[in-house]
């Protein structure tokens, strides 16, 4: 463990073995930091917060401060950042409230970009990455594998389905579902995440049933619950559509058009 003469811990605080924090960084009590990880200087953690393993944090990050709901009353809501996270500078992210799970969660191997925010009671997949400035309003679902481009913002209560893409600048103001690519202001569809897909593994069946489902949503006329109606047929034995079919079902702010 190397914690820099300069940084404030608060006794309370529980660092595990081979953490290293910077100078100026002040860490509250309610806060746990697992092995390995990194808090560059000038970064402020506030508790009820728990850090996993090999996270990197850089300095003039806010990390577990209290949420910018007006409705928050300094109730003991907690964030939870899982393992090997990069959080550049001057990241922003919020604890959750109690009209919510009263809790902000992360997941894994994500990497915020410098400026990201994320707000109040969001729940953060693995495997994302989101670019300088995206903006998450607070109770945003993001599924593993997601792309925000730079200064996107994210319309509270939104869901973002696993593998899909927003454009730099989008403004999110409905559900993206999974493996779709949206842009705009306010972001619509354009088509498939094809090459994030291929990228990730995802063998040319699949990929040739995900357009076909992509079609039927987008491309044939329907409503959404006529189009869920041939989806439940083209998922059968797909799984990779079943997935889509899930994202669009759990939907209740409406998909991008």
Same mark, same amino acid.
């Given at each position: 463990?190397?914690? &820099?003469?300069?940084?404030? *811990?608060?006794?309370?605080?529980? /660092?595990?073995? !081979?953490?290293?924090?910077?100078?100026?960084?002040?860490? +509250?009590?309610?806060?746990?930091?697992?092995?390995?990880?990194?808090? &560059?200087?000038?970064?402020?953690?506030?508790?009820? $917060?728990?850090?996993?393993? #090999? #996270?990197?944090?850089? @300095?003039?990050?806010?990390?577990?401060?209290?949420?910018?709901?007006?409705?928050?009353?300094?109730?003991?809501? %907690?964030?939870?950042?899982?393992?090997? =996270?990069?959080?550049?500078?001057?990241?922003? /992210?919020?604890?959750?409230?109690?009209?919510?799970?009263?809790?902000?969660?992360?997941?894994?191997? #994500?990497?915020?970009?410098?400026?990201?925010?994320?707000?109040?009671?969001? %729940? *953060?997949?693995?495997?994302?990455?989101?670019? =300088?400035?995206? $903006?998450?309003?607070?109770?945003?679902?993001?599924?593993?594998?997601? /792309?925000?481009?730079?200064?996107?913002?994210? &319309?509270?209560?939104?869901?973002?389905?696993? &593998?899909?893409?927003?454009?730099?600048?989008?403004?999110?103001? %409905?559900?993206?579902?999974?493996?779709?690519?949206?842009?705009?202001?306010?972001?619509?569809?354009? !088509?498939? =995440?094809?090459? !994030?897909?291929?990228?990730? +593994?995802?063998?040319?069946?699949?990929?040739?049933?995900?357009?076909?489902?992509?079609?039927? *949503?987008?491309?044939?006329?329907?409503?959404?619950?006529?189009?869920?109606?041939?989806?439940?047929? @083209?998922?059968? =034995?797909?799984?990779?559509?079943?997935?889509?079919?899930?994202?669009?079902?759990?939907?209740?702010?409406?998909?991008?058009?």
């Amino acid at each position: 463990m190397t914690i &820099h003469p300069q940084a404030i *811990i608060d006794p309370a605080a529980k /660092i595990s073995e !081979g953490v290293s924090v910077g100078p100026f960084s002040v860490i +509250g009590p309610d806060v746990e930091i697992g092995e390995g990880s990194v808090i &560059h200087s000038h970064v402020v953690v506030k508790g009820p $917060t728990v850090i996993g393993k #090999n #996270n990197t944090i850089f @300095q003039f990050a806010s990390v577990g401060e209290d949420c910018q709901d007006k409705k928050f009353a300094g109730e003991a809501t %907690r964030l939870v950042i899982g393992d090997d =996270n990069v959080i550049r500078e001057g990241c922003t /992210i919020h604890r959750g409230t109690i009209q919510d799970e009263a809790i902000t969660r992360i997941g894994d191997d #994500n990497l915020f970009m410098a400026y990201v925010h994320v707000a109040h009671d969001c %729940r *953060i997949g693995s495997h994302c990455i989101f670019a =300088n400035t995206t $903006t998450m309003a607070g109770h945003v679902h993001v599924d593993d594998h997601v /792309i925000l481009g730079g200064g996107t913002m994210v &319309h509270q209560f939104c869901k973002i389905g696993t &593998h899909s893409m927003a454009a730099g600048g989008s403004i999110v103001l %409905r559900d993206i579902p999974a493996y779709v690519m949206a842009s705009g202001q306010s972001a619509s569809a354009h !088509g498939l =995440n094809s090459e !994030g897909l291929k990228r990730r +593994g995802f063998d040319q069946d699949a990929i040739r049933a995900l357009k076909d489902a992509y079609r039927t *949503i987008y491309r044939k006329g329907l409503r959404l619950a006529e189009a869920l109606e041939v989806l439940e047929v @083209q998922a059968a =034995n797909v799984p990779e559509v079943r997935v889509l079919l899930d994202s669009l079902k759990r939907s209740e702010r409406g998909i991008v058009r």
